[in-house]
């Protein structure tokens, strides 16, 4: 804690009409081994709550700001956020059950049987608690492909939940402040990032900040100062700003990652420090041998190897971020994995990157001014000719805690140099397909419903056989239940030919489509809304429809990845809140832990196979703490 307070200095807010100009000093005040979040001031500026997984399901947990031992709070579920209500005697928890999300509110010391509590709609994801005024709370949503929205809950029996602005925004983040009910967001518009201020109606749409630098995650801390992360030094460091004179004070100079997200009326702030150092490594599973593939300061993330495991792509984080979130301010990189001493070189800008089966070509991402688009390019690694195949692409839902991996696959290879990837179509998802070796525009190869959505491109190992999910069109948001069906479709791609071969019930959010086995069956796992972490079960249907169940796991994180070569599925898995890498087995449904990792602060994810006998993943080590901002 020493070396890290040593970083920080004590700092002097300088002088202004509306600037506190009180010494301030940086203190630690949670630095358990495990990850705490969302830390929150009560409004006397006596107690600090915060989420932290330290019992294995999340939970909320209340200390003293002077010191004293963090008691949890009793909630039904495992929380997924919370706030504190306006007079400090009770709090309001976005919580996860077996049979979905809700709102509820216990008091705040101990916490207890709900005093309210009322299911969210079904399509909302990535739910975040912002602030209680009044009779109601405002929680932060995600949509989806429309975006994310701010919805008011009602408080009182009966309540109803509706969109708190009109005329949507597209936002990334926002805070509302207690005293004036204004808005302060970030918003992402023509390739930068700045901050916003609005009426808590949406009206009086005001620029705060209209410059190049990386604005985001922005809290108000008085009526007249916005805290945020910025680049502006260069490296993404907390700062605050006067609304009145938009002179911004930078607050911290670290390597480390600080999110502002509590404030006191006395201008006390919390907010997250986050350091973590992922690299890849190889696991051999017939000895259990695992070494360590990459060892570079910045963090690198989701292997893609080819057809037999000699060549690895991947993404390294940039080292002066260009956006701020290092899961897109990347590099790509292709290494001979197969040769120890062999260096990675970077080949390209973007994220997201596979690799041909047969080596030779790389598929990437990169980000456009409008936010729900991307560009994806291919690369010849032997040429370095470039293709644009297009800019109309769907961005990948990622996993919104660790271990942050892809959630669904919007592109695959095929055979040779085909390669099939998912864009927005005039009338909803299209499925395109390029001849990448060909200079050829590419084509339509599937259609979602009109309207409707398409997930999980999954490749057949022969390379004939197309499978996807497909859903309808989304019905109005505020739906209290969505049941429109998850189609598994597969398509020739030598002769065209099309077919449903199952339907899966529930949101789409829910079921994915896992890949192909060796002997042309496909795998689906359908993952449960969990008062811990998520079961997930896994079945197996043939080409005619034809079901069989292979297995229900408990404890189970996003990764999963399916090796048909050897008819098993490498997923991650937690015990007693401590994460491995295990394999199931489909013929038997048995589970193998491979993996011997005892630390909380590990995690794994984009494990892709490399052959017969081993997989390269990412291993990330991080540290989630909480720091304060006192007189």
Not at 58 to 73: H, S
Not at 296 to 315: E, I, K, N
Request: aromatic share 8%.
């Amino acid at each position: 804690i020493a070396a890290a307070a040593a970083v920080f200095a004590l700092w002097r807010w300088t002088s202004s009409p509306v600037e506190d100009t009180a010494p301030r000093a940086l203190v630690p005040a949670v630095t358990w081994p495990t990850a705490e979040s969302e830390a929150l001031i009560s409004p006397d500026g006596k107690w600090l709550s915060f989420v932290s997984n330290r019992e294995d399901s999340p939970r909320i947990f209340v200390q003293a700001i002077e010191g004293g031992d963090a008691v949890p709070v009793a909630v039904p579920g495992a929380v997924v956020s919370h706030v504190w209500s306006p007079e400090g005697r009770e709090m309001a928890a976005v919580v996860r059950q077996a049979n979905g999300l809700f709102l509820t509110v216990v008091p705040a010391f101990f916490g207890g049987s709900p005093r309210f509590s009322v299911p969210l709609d079904v399509t909302f994801s990535d739910p975040r608690v912002v602030r209680w005024l009044g009779d109601g709370v405002y929680i932060d949503v995600n949509l989806g492909n429309p975006g994310r929205i701010l919805v008011h809950a009602a408080i009182a029996e009966g309540a109803t939940m509706r969109p708190a602005w009109p005329k949507p925004v597209r936002y990334r983040s926002l805070d509302i402040s207690a005293d004036t009910r204004r808005v302060v967001m970030e918003i992402r518009s023509e390739g930068q990032s700045d901050l916003w201020t609005s009426n808590l109606d949406g009206t009086n749409l005001q620029p705060l900040t209209r410059d190049a630098f990386i604005e985001r995650e922005p809290l108000w801390i008085s009526s007249e100062l916005v805290a945020f992360e910025s680049n502006r030094g260069g490296q993404m460091d907390l700062w605050h700003m006067s609304v009145n004179t938009k002179r911004a004070v930078q607050l911290t100079s670290s390597l480390m990652t600080e999110i502002p997200t509590g404030s006191s009326s006395n201008g006390m702030i919390a907010f997250e420090q986050l350091t973590n150092t992922v690299n890849l490594w190889r696991l051999t599973l017939s000895s259990r041998e695992m070494h360590q593939v990459t060892g570079d300061a910045l963090s690198d993330y989701w292997p893609s190897a080819t057809a037999g495991g000699s060549r690895v792509a991947f993404q390294r984080a940039r080292p002066t971020p260009a956006e701020g979130f290092q899961f897109i301010d990347a590099r790509i990189l292709v290494l001979t994995i197969a040769d120890r001493h062999a260096q990675p070189q970077a080949v390209a800008e973007g994220f997201g990157a596979r690799v041909a089966l047969g080596g030779n070509w790389v598929a990437y991402y990169q980000r456009l001014p409008v936010s729900d688009r991307l560009r994806l390019l291919a690369k010849n690694l032997s040429t370095g000719q470039v293709r644009t195949l297009s800019e109309k692409c769907v961005l990948p839902s990622l996993t919104a805690s660790a271990p942050v991996d892809w959630v669904e696959q919007n592109l695959t290879w095929g055979a040779e140099t085909d390669i099939y990837f998912l864009v927005h179509g005039s009338d909803g998802y299209e499925i395109h397909r390029a001849d990448v070796a060909r200079d050829e525009k590419a084509t339509v190869f599937a259609t979602a419903p009109p309207g409707g959505s398409i997930r999980d491109l999954r490749i057949s190992r022969d390379g004939r056989m197309l499978g996807y999910l497909a859903r309808a069109k989304r019905p109005e948001p505020m739906v209290a239940h969505d049941d429109r069906m998850v189609e598994i479709r597969v398509k020739n791609v030598h002769d065209g030919v099309e077919a449903t071969v199952a339907r899966e019930p529930g949101p789409v959010g829910e079921v994915f489509l896992t890949g192909w086995t060796l002997r042309g069956s496909v795998v689906v796992h359908r993952v449960k809304p969990s008062g811990a972490h998520a079961p997930v079960i896994f079945a197996e249907v043939g080409l005619d429809g034809a079901r069989r169940p292979v297995a229900s796991v408990d404890g189970f994180f996003a990764t999963v990845r399916l090796d048909h070569l050897r008819n098993r599925i490498f997923l991650t898995r937690a015990t007693s809140g401590i994460q491995n890498i295990f394999t199931l087995d489909l013929a038997d449904g048995k589970m193998r832990q491979l993996t011997t990792n005892e630390a909380p602060g590990v995690s794994f994810s984009g494990i892709h196979p490399l052959g017969g006998d081993g997989i390269v993943f990412a291993r990330d080590e991080r540290r989630h703490d909480i720091w304060l901002v006192k007189r």
